[in-house]
């Protein structure tokens, strides 16, 4: 089982930067592939960015690549999620994720196992 906590959201305004974390309870941590995920309201949950337990191989959705990186601290149990350039449309809900399946590009949410409760990222215009 695997318990995720994510902090760090809040209101910015448009081009300004957030950083989000997730903090896993996973004792195996480090064999977890881990992911952002977002849902804006009226929307379905998409994919934002993905990273392999390594951390060799990052994956992202076009519409945060070269303004969102994804990264993480294995001694640490932890996942970030850096953002920068915010756009009013960056404005969601952030999820973080877990799984031991493979990850890859084009992740869906209906692959991963484990879901934080989420924390609201709003951008101003």
């Known amino acids: 089982q695997v318990q995720l906590v994510e902090s760090g959201g809040g209101l910015v305004q448009a081009g300004g930067s957030l950083r989000l974390s997730c903090a896993a309870s996973a004792r195996t941590f480090s064999s977890y592939n881990m992911g952002w995920f977002r849902q804006a309201p009226g929307k379905e949950r998409e994919f934002a960015a993905a990273?392999?337990?390594?951390?060799?191989?990052?994956y992202y959705a076009d519409s945060v690549k070269g303004r969102f990186t994804i990264s993480r601290d294995n001694a640490k149990n932890t996942v970030y999620l850096q953002m920068n350039s915010l756009k009013p449309e960056d404005t969601a809900v952030y999820y973080c994720?877990?799984?031991?399946?493979?990850?890859?590009?084009?992740?869906?949410?209906?692959?991963?196992?484990?879901w934080g409760q989420g924390t609201q990222v709003t951008v101003s215009s």
């Open positions: 990273i392999r337990w390594s951390g060799t191989n990052t």
């Open positions: 994720a877990a799984k031991l399946a493979p990850v890859g590009w084009g992740e869906t949410d209906r692959t991963w196992h484990y």
